[in-house]
């Protein structure tokens, strides 16, 4: 099975940037996904990493440790825009496994 | 181009009712999933389909809960004899290859609501 921890709540200010962590525990691995979710919205996607390291896109990057079990979304410059939550999936190793698991989500604010 | 698209946005049913909830995902795309969003919560999996063969159902949460996709496109998720604990946002995904390996495209969701 998985089981992903994600803090629940953050604020932010504009313009400040915010780091959100996400660690697993989980029985294979092949992946990790971050989306994000405005209020009453579908996910987008954000991020994929499958090997560790950075991955950079514009005003996001994302991080993966594998043997820490720990992921790590950096937003930049942060826009108002930017409130929502964020949710980061883990895909599982398994043969014939399509399952991805999601986080409970960050609800991150960001005040002026 | 569309995105995937869901009907109805809302629905409200009362207890023991059947409902059919509908996705239409991007065309061309090979897998699509389905998911159940309790409010606050993430989404949690409950079913994948690879074209018009659904490969893995271990996420539906009862016998009540049925889901087809049958010519590889448009899929249907139906519960039947609602019950309170089936209200959520159910939101549906597809992705052009097999498996999980690439972004999904999600839908904006129905909403249900059991009375």
């Known amino acids: 099975g998985q089981n992903i921890d994600q803090p629940t709540e953050m604020t932010a200010t504009e313009g400040a940037i915010v780091q959100i962590n996400c660690t697993y525990q989980t029985s294979g691995f092949n992946g990790l996904f971050w989306y994000q979710q405005h209020a009453g919205e579908a996910p987008t996607f954000l991020s994929y990493?499958?090997?560790?390291g950075l991955e950079e896109k514009g005003r996001f990057s994302s991080f993966l440790s594998r043997s820490k079990g720990y992921s790590y979304l950096l937003l930049k410059e942060l826009q108002m825009k930017d409130s929502a939550s964020y949710l980061c999936a883990v895909r599982d190793s398994g043969a014939g496994s399509y399952q991805l698991t999601f986080g409970k989500g960050t609800k991150l604010s960001v005040i002026p | 181009g569309a995105g995937v698209s869901q009907s109805p946005r809302y629905k409200v049913a009362k207890r023991g009712q059947d409902v059919a909830l509908r996705c239409d995902p991007i065309?061309?795309?090979?897998?699509l999933f389905w998911y159940q969003q309790a409010l606050g919560q993430g989404p949690e999996f409950l079913t994948y389909f690879q074209n018009e063969a659904q490969l893995d159902k271990s996420g539906l949460p009862s016998d009540r809960f049925f889901a087809e996709r049958p010519e590889g496109s448009v899929s249907t998720l139906k519960i039947q004899r609602t019950q309170q604990e089936d209200s959520a946002v159910y939101l549906c995904?597809?992705?052009?290859?097999?498996?999980?390996?690439?972004?999904?495209?999600f839908g904006p969701g129905t909403r249900l609501t059991v009375t």
């Open positions: 065309s061309g795309h090979v897998s």
């Open positions: 995904a597809s992705s052009p290859r097999k498996g999980t390996r690439d972004e999904q495209y």
């Open positions: 990493n499958v090997l560790d």
